[in-house]
């Protein structure tokens, strides 16, 4: 029997450590592109997503896919709630800095050092909202500045303006800076990697066009990230890789103001498999599964072959076993 989650398997898990992302992970071969593992946290009285999602850095809009059916301000005490830590790499090169504006989330590969191997770590980001969105391009790290100044340019002041919430021209660091502590300026004119003073805005699309992060998480990248890194910035709504022997799928709900129908993501998913398996003629996929992964969309990695199946109309188990898929018994 193929064993469809991590051995480690669903658990409870403590916060991130200060000063750490939502995890670490070791990188894995190039022919393998899952990274974390399926954990779970059990939610308090007072709980909310927004307060799960900030307390264990994984963003807002994440948590809130992967449990769709638990709600939002009032989780109720005792409630088991998925923590998205489970993730297919974008399909981008294993360096420097990728951000994935579909997910929200930015991942950092550290070349080995030491004793301690090369890892990715992964970070809960928010990007630009509808009509400011973040720009998707090659970049790179020209400078990097503590506590840094912000200079809001001439649209954002107006932008700012018009919705009730005037800004000057400049603004200091401190408590109402929205840079927060840190910030990477890339070769991108006016975009940013920086922290942030709202911090419970994480995993959302609310800035205008710069990739904010967590404070403990910006800081930490920041020592880690030399001048001249390079950075990816992609958007990759559906992703498909390898664990072992068996394929996963992950799929994102579009973003404000990208109308992708179900059927133009599911198109999408397929020429990602199709990239994924080229090099595998006669794996079966259950395209069954691909289609409730479009159209869930949790943003977890969904195995879809080759996979134990359950046929409901005979109430048989179906095994999959050497890449086809065939009736057991």
Known sequence: MLLLLPAAGVQAETPPPAGAS????????PDEHLVGRPQTTTASEEDTLVLIGRRFRTGYGAIRAANPLVDSWLPREGTEVLLPTWHILPEAPREGIVVNTAEMR????????????????????????DGRETPLAGARVTRKAENPTWYPTESI????????????????PGPA?????????????AYLIHGTNRELGIGMPVTAGCVRMYPEDIE?????????????????????????N???????????????????????????IARTVSDRPDFTVDWDKVRDAVMESTGVPVPVGPIWLVDERLGKE????????????
């Open 22 to 29: 939502s995890g670490f992970y070791p990188v894995p071969q």
């Open 106 to 129: 930015l991942y950092h590969f550290e070349a080995a050092k030491g004793d301690q191997p090369a890892r990715v770590g992964v970070y809960a980001i928010s990007i630009g909202r």
């Open 157 to 172: 002041r107006k932008d700012r303006a018009a919705r009730g919430e005037p800004v000057p021209a400049v603004v200091p």
């Open 177 to 189: 800076n929205p840079l927060g502590t840190r910030a990477l300026y890339l070769n991108l004119p």
């Open 220 to 244: 930490y990248l920041y020592d880690r990230v030399p001048v001249g890194s390079k950075v990816e910035i992609v958007h990759q709504p559906v992703k498909a890789g390898w664990s072992g």
């Open 246 to 272: 068996v394929l996963y799928v992950e799929s994102h709900n579009p973003l404000e103001g990208l109308e992708f129908t179900q059927q133009e993501r599911l198109q999408q998913l397929r020429a990602a």
């Open 318 to 329: 179906v095994v999959q076993e050497g890449g086809g898929v065939t009736p057991a018994g």
